[in-house]
């Protein structure tokens, strides 16, 4: 499926300082019904966001007005557990394009990346450092630089870099998938599979 | 000429690898691909969008598990959303000629039980799932993880995906394993060490007496929740074990090609001197059986321990405080003789025929505890069968227990099969995270032992207590 190419993002940010935030609490698994992708959006963080008569949970930051932006800010081991791309889809879905963490289970990173997300792994200082920026001003923006691999929190100027392949960086920057990439390379695949043993 | 001292895990990955990008992942191989009806839809309508075809239909088994109902199956399926998948997934299957064991076929059940009880999973293959319990092949000397539905696609389209080489780990448990201490106990054991996030990045192999001397199904209880200290996946070198479990499985290899086959597996383990580059060893002697106090696997003690206090673990004050506000539960208190309402026994961690007959050893000749609600669920119709025929389901019948049809069932709970809000549920599945049973329900993660023996007294209880 097409995604927005990604190149510079300068957005504020939504922060969510819990760790080990799983795919379940992301989406649970009774809204995964679905045979299309959409709508996911709505159920982001379902049981966080909302009570069981589905008005909203006032302390949930997604319903506190003062955050938003396109850059969601997580607390350390996000996306871990079930392999469910439905994360990712209502995380994008939503209007995140950037999960930034100091650390990111792999199924969610790779799932991110296939479908246009771009996740940032910062240290764990960085990561704290960013929260008392959103802290301080809700409305501090923060600068992703894919081309030049960097992150800046604005009003401070502090940086880091960060780390991609540069097979999935140009992937991301030019909206290409591995799709296109795996279907120009049939013939080998076919040649390699006639070799196998089973 | 020298050789060098290579891993399991390096010799199945490099003899997989189409291609390598440079800076960029390998192109990787897919010998076997499990799809079900959940994470599969969207990958078909990708396939159709892109005027794509399936490469290899013959190298991807479909079975319908997630969402499934586990009592009246005979009947059409209730929810609407969940009917419609499971309609997409058979209509998928025949468009485009892969094999599919629906609702209702013989066949049917979770398909990390079923794989290996047909003898798809085989040694040296890799094999992926979308779905992240895909781990539990790697019992068998496969390389087998967890992929998203965009993977999903891609391996329908091209039997490939992109994926980067995992660094290795290695988990060494030597010993005897304590009576009353089943693999899932040693897995629990190992998370709890590691955190649920220890092994990120990593690929997991796991060796020494313990795992030698292990059953398949216990190789794969163990393998199944890898992914739950954040590993791609487990595996276990195969051995005479895993070829005895093998042969004569429906598809598994016959004739000349059994032989072929064996002497390439029997090549397949770590040779004397390969580096990892992570390693733990842990002795079996201090395992004990297992339970979970928290909101992800890594939160797990032994069941005569107390739960621990904020300063005795990794994560965050914050984050600690609620997992323990979620339970319920306090620092400091014990596991033992908290009141349950809830019994799942199932799943494809434990839903294999000796996780039953762990169960019915210790319910033989006792009752069901009155306030507990119990959830007997096979992991597939070959398992239910066995539970028959072996008269288990007269020892469960005897003591009150019913026995439900195969599928995922209250392990995810997309089906009916919900644990009501703020109700305890000790459950031999994967998963205790918030609301994974259903919303607001809270869950302790146990062997089918640990299970049996809440079942029967309606607290937490040491198992040992009722061995005789």
Excluded at chain 1, 142 to 164: A, H, K, R
Excluded at chain 2, 31 to 41: A, G, L, Q, Y
Excluded at chain 2, 244 to 263: F, R, S
Excluded at chain 2, 407 to 427: F, T
Aim: proline letters at 5%; a negative charge.
């Amino acid at each position: 499926m097409a995604y927005d190419k990604f190149t510079v993002l300068k957005s504020t940010a939504v922060p969510l300082p819990i760790e080990n935030v799983d795919t379940d609490q992301i989406i649970p698994a009774r809204f995964l019904k679905a045979t299309e992708r959409k709508g996911f959006g709505d159920n982001l963080f379902r049981d966080w966001r909302y009570n069981n008569d589905d008005t909203p949970k006032q302390d949930f930051v997604l319903n506190n007005p003062i955050y938003s932006g396109k850059i969601l800010v997580a607390g350390k081991n996000f996306g871990s557990g079930s392999s469910r791309e439905h994360a990712a889809w209502a995380i994008y879905d939503y209007g995140f394009r950037c999960v930034v963490s100091s650390f990111f289970a792999d199924i969610f990173k790779n799932n991110s990346i296939n479908i246009g997300i771009l996740p940032v792994t910062v240290s764990a200082g960085f990561l704290d450092k960013i929260f008392k920026a959103i802290e301080a001003d809700p409305k501090a923006e923060l600068e992703v630089n894919l081309p030049e691999q960097t992150i800046t929190i604005l009003p401070t100027g502090e940086q880091e870099s960060f780390d991609i392949n540069g097979y999935k960086k140009h992937n991301l920057t030019n909206g290409f998938d591995d799709i296109d990439y795996l279907q120009a390379m049939k013939q080998e695949i076919g040649a390699f599979a006639s070799n196998r043993l089973y | 000429m020298s050789t060098t001292a290579t891993t399991l895990f390096d010799k199945v990955w490099d003899a997989h690898v189409v291609r390598k990008i440079q800076d960029g992942p390998d192109v990787f191989f897919i010998d076997r691909h499990f799809i079900h009806e959940v994470t599969s839809p969207v990958a078909f309508l990708g396939l159709e969008g892109r005027g794509l075809s399936v490469m290899f239909p013959d190298k991807t088994f479909a079975t319908a598990d997630h969402n499934t109902p586990t009592i009246n199956q005979h009947l059409p399926v209730k929810d609407p959303l969940s009917a419609n998948q499971l309609k997409a997934l058979e209509q998928n299957a025949a468009k485009y000629g892969i094999s599919h064991w629906g609702l209702g076929n013989p066949k049917n059940g979770i398909v990390h039980v079923v794989g290996p009880e047909n003898g798809i999973t085989l040694p040296g293959m890799t094999i992926v799932c979308g779905d992240s319990h895909t781990s539990t092949h790697g019992a068998f000397g496969a390389i087998a993880f967890g992929i998203g539905t965009s993977e999903v696609e891609m391996v329908l389209s091209s039997q490939c995906i992109m994926q980067p080489k995992p660094q290795k780990m290695r988990i060494v448990v030597n010993g005897t394993l304590n009576k009353g201490v089943l693999p899932k106990d040693v897995v629990l054991y190992i998370i709890s060490k590691l955190t649920a996030a220890g092994a990120t990045g990593y690929f997991v192999e796991y060796a020494g007496d313990v795992f030698e001397n292990m059953s398949m199904e216990g190789r794969m209880t163990v393998c199944n929740m890898s992914i739950e200290m954040g590993a791609r996946g487990g595996m276990i070198a195969p051995d005479e074990t895993t070829f005895n479990y093998i042969k004569g499985k429906d598809k598994a290899p016959k004739g000349d090609m059994w032989d072929k086959c064996l002497a390439y597996w029997k090549t397949l383990k770590t040779d004397e001197g390969a580096t990892f580059d992570k390693e733990y060893m842990y002795d079996a002697a201090d395992i004990e059986p297992m339970i979970t106090y928290g909101t992800n696997p890594g939160m797990g003690i032994g069941i005569t321990q107390a739960i621990p206090t904020a300063d005795q673990v990794d994560s965050g004050k914050a984050t600690y405080e609620k997992a323990l506000g979620y339970m319920g539960f306090h620092e400091a208190e014990p596991m033992l003789g908290k009141k349950i309402d809830y019994v799942f026994i199932g799943s494809c961690t434990n839903g294999r025929i000796e996780d039953f007959r762990a169960f019915a050893s210790i319910v033989k000749g006792r009752k069901k505890a009155d306030n507990v609600t119990a959830w007997i669920v096979p992991g597939s119709h070959v398992v239910e069968q066995q539970i028959k025929d072996e008269g288990i389901l007269d020892i469960l019948t005897e003591a009150g227990f019913e026995l439900r049809q195969p599928g995922c069932s209250a392990c995810l709970a997309m089906n009916d099969d919900k644990i009501p809000a703020g109700k305890y549920a000790v459950s031999t599945s994967n998963r205790n995270f918030e609301g994974r049973q259903g919303p607001g329900a809270r869950t302790l993660l146990a062997s089918p032992l640990v299970a049996a023996a809440a079942a029967v007294t309606g607290v937490v209880t040491d198992p040992r207590e009722l061995i005789s």
